[in-house]
Structures are given as structure tokens and as C-alpha cells.
């Protein structure tokens, strides 16, 4: 039976809160220890590298102008958008890609036992909180004297208990470090679900456009193909060039051989897409067959307008930090405890004969009751070093913690410089591609009209083929960046039910 990761955290919560009412005695007690704090970071006001929606207008040093404020149409990026951010490009077939990986990804599925792991053992913290009994027996055999031996028989069953009074919280601690560690395993739960979206949207848009790289190298090559055809033409009926039947030739050969290699890629794109929804390689090579119309991936040009501290602290990775810090503060307290007494209420009840008398009658019976203290004098400076330890540890964890933040805002920075100018590289490509088109048009006629050489055909048609390839590979990057940066916001995980604006209501 799979247990979902919604239940599991019901379980540590409803657990946590039933376990806690044990202690309620010595609850109000303080426990050794610092209390964890979240920490306060001072993040400056840095804008981010916005290359801005470009015009049809130029600066002075000829680059795209990017668009005005009041002009600049964008959508601006709420936590909507980035919750199930794969359903936003309308395709069922990811969609359906990324429900498979949900349910029978590998990675994915081991990520939930460790939330799993991480729930039992905080449930099993609490057992200290609650006396511990055991029930024992024993038949013993006794032998005395020097001449004629003496023996008797020893028999005894009893119910034996303890129960630590945790007056100075080492348990309560203990406790808080589990709950804790079970709270960052559950965020590594998300933080795995964030990365296997990731993952299943970067190779199906790497496939597609792999399958659009194909289409345009065999479109290519069925024109270079024509053009052979028509100088081979010529040139068996005496009229044509045969330098440029051979110059024709190879740059037809070069196109061709594009497409191996093409075709490989593409293979190994959906097999790697069938292990990412959980199923066997070449099962979904049906599914994920080259689309009939050509599929434009670009969405309408997004913005983030601003990168608050929160949605930072957010990201499942941070938070994977954040709770770890939480607990190493929570077992400085563990630690600190050994320096203090434990108390203990022991106690038996059971039954003892010894030699003919029997068991279980009530000469037999007996109970004790009592309290017990445990207190280290000497240890040899080993608690003293583990309270050190486990303080260094904690300071590292924080620096993790600090250096969690730092990364996030690098890689929304970092993703959003890479989308927002690659919109305006695909514009020049754009442009590229319909004047390379344009050349291969005006220099076959040239040629034709006998006033230029087949040189200026094949070097257009070798422009053509590689800015058509380049613009492809252009509008496919557009989408893997903006996908990159859903990631880095934290996008995948589910939105915040009040206070999100609508994608579609949301624009500037």
C-alpha cells in the first residue's frame, strides 16, 4: 500500500499532538537548551537582470530596445502560475507524463519512504514520555554447604517498570529534533516532486524540439535533394556544371548525415521521459510520436516583479535546510541534559517462592515502589565535548541555512537573466532566418541567369539549414529557461488557496 505523503504528515501532526498531552505534568517546565529561532537575514533591494520585452526599435549600439514600462505587456509571474506550472503549456500528453511520474516514478517513490521513515521514528521519540514495562521470569537453582549439599529452587514472574520524569526536557528535545527531521523529510518529499516535474518538462521539450530539428533537416534535405536532382539534370544533357553537381552533392550528404544522430537523440529522449513517469523504455514511444502540427511552445513573454525573502524561504531545498537547523538547536538541549540528574519511578509486582513453596499464592506475592536519581559526576569531559560538538554542528547548519538563501537567489537571478535575453536572441534569429530564406531564393536565380556561380547557392542554403536549426533550438531554450525559473521560485508545489492572483487576471 502507498502511503501519500498528505498522510503521513496527518499522521506526525495528530500523533505529535496526542503524544505531547503525556507530558503535560512537566510541560510548563523549562528545558535545557536554546530555543530555535528563525533566523533574520537582511536581504537588500537588488532589480533583477531584466533584458525586457523587446521592440521593433534599436538603441545606439544597435541591440533591441527593450519595451517602456506602461508598454511592456508581460505577464507577471504569481504563485498560481507556478503551482502544476506544466499545465499552463495546454498538452495533455505532459500532462499525462507528469501524473505517471507522480505515481510511479522510482526516485520519487523512495523520497516518500524516507518521509516515511523520518514519521515513524518522530511518533517513536515520544515513547519517553511514557513509563516502560517489561515482563520477566526465571527459575533458579541453588547449592550451599561443604559436606551434604543443601539446595533449594528460586522461582519468580513479575512485572517490572520505569518511568523517567523528564524535569529538565532532554526528552522534550529529543522529541522537537524528530519532529523536526520528519518535517525536512516531508519538505524532501516536495523537493523531490519539484525536481522530477523539472525533469519530465526539460526532456519533453528537449524531445520536441530534437523532433522540430529532424523536421527541419528533412525539409532541408528534400530541397538540397531537388536542386541536385535538376543539376544532375543538366549536366547528363550536356549543358550542366559538374562543380556544381559535386558541390551540390556534399552539402546534401552533410544534410543527411544530420539526421542520424538526430534520430538517436531522439531515442534516448524517450526512453529517458519512460523512466521519468515510471514505465518500461519504449513503452511510450507511441505516445510521444512527432505531434502532426507544429507545436509553438513560447507562452506569452512572463515577468517577475519581485523576489520577496519568503518565497525564497519557501523553496523545498531551503526549507530542507531551515528544518535541519531546527533540529541540531533542538539536540544542543539533548546534549545539555546529561549534565543534570534523571529521576525515575521504579516499580515491581510479581510473584517469588523459594524451595517447596508454590508460586503464584499469596505468600508468594510482592510489590515495590519507589523513586530513583541518576546523576554523572565524572565523565571525563565527554559531555562537555558533546555539548561543543553538537554547538559547532549547529553553527554550520545555520551557515547552510544562510547559504540555502544566498543560492536561491542566485539561480532566480540566473534564470531569469537567461530567459528574458533569450527572447531577444530568438528575435534576431528570427529575422536571420527569413533573410537566409530570402538569399537561397534571389542567388538560384542568379545562378540560373548565368550572373553569379553555384558558390552563393550552397552558401545560402548552408545558412538557411543552420539559422533555421539555430531558431528552433532558440524557441525551445525560451521555454527550458522560463521552466528553470518556475524552478527556482519554487514552482510545482501547490499555491496558496487566498491571496494569489489569477495567471490570467494577472498582467502589466
Known sequence: MKTTTKTLAALTLCAAAGCTSLNSVISSLPSVGPDYEEQAFKVPEYALPDAGQPTTNFTETAEYKPASSNADARITISKNMLAQWWKRFDDPILEKLVEGGVSNNVGYLMAQRRLEQATWEHLGSYAAFLPNFAVGGAWT??????????????????????????????????????????????????????????????????????????????????????????????????????????????????????????????????????ILAGEMPGSLHELLKPV????????????????????????????????????????????????????????????????????????????????????????????????????????????AYELAIENAYGEVRNAYAAYTQEYLRNKSLGGAVKAATDAVTISQDLYKNGLKDFNNVLDAQRSRLQLEEEFVISRGQITLDLIDLYKALGGGLAADEEGDESAESTSK
Open 141 to 274: 537453582r541453588h547449592w550451599y554447604g561443604s559436606g551434604d549439599v543443601t539446595h533449594y529452587n528460586v522461582r519468580n514472574a513479575a512485572l517490572d517498570g520505569n518511568w523517567e520524569i523528564d524535569i529538565f526536557g532532554g526528552s522534550r528535545r529529543q522529541c522537537e529534533a524528530a519532529l523536526a527531521q520528519a518535517e525536512a523529510a516531508g519538505w524532501t518529499v516536495s523537493d523531490a516532486w519539484v525536481s522530477l516535474t523539472t525533469q519530465i518538462g526539460e526532456a519533453y521539450v528537449n524531445l520536441r524540439t530534437t523532433q522540430a530539428r529532424i523536421d527541419v533537416a528533412r525539409t532541408n534535405l528534400v530541397l538540397q535533394s531537388e536542386t541536385y536532382d535538376i543539376l544532375k539534370s543538366r549536366l547528363d544533357s550536356g549543358i550542366g556544371d559538374e562543380l556544381a553537381v559535386n558541390q551540390c552533392a556534399y552539402i546534401v550528404e552533410q544534410t543527411r548525415a544530420r539526421i542520424p544522430s538526430l534520430l538517436a537523440q531522439e531515442e534516448k529522449l524517450k526512453n529517458a521521459l519512460a
Open 292 to 399: 502532426e502540427v507544429s507545436r509553438d511552445w513560447l507562452l506569452a513573454p512572463q515577468k517577475v516583479d519581485e523576489l520577496s525573502l519568503d518565497m525564497m524561504r519557501g523553496r523545498p531545498d531551503v526549507k530542507i535546510a531551515e528544518r535541519n537547523l531546527a533540529a541540531q538547536v533542538a539536540r544542543i538541549g539533548v546534549a545539555k541534559s546529561a549534565w543534570f540528574p534523571k529521576l525515575y519511578i521504579n516499580g515491581a509486582l510479581g510473584w517469588e517462592n523459594r524451595g517447596k513453596t508454590r508460586l503464584f499464592t499469596r505468600e508468594s506475592f510482592f510489590a515495590t515502589l519507589g523513586p530513583a536519581i541518576s546523576w554523572p559526576i565524572f565523565q571525563g569531559g565527554a559531555i562537555y565535548a558533546n555539548v561543543k560538538a553538537t554547538e559547532a554542528r549547529t553553527s554550520e547548519l545555520a551557515l
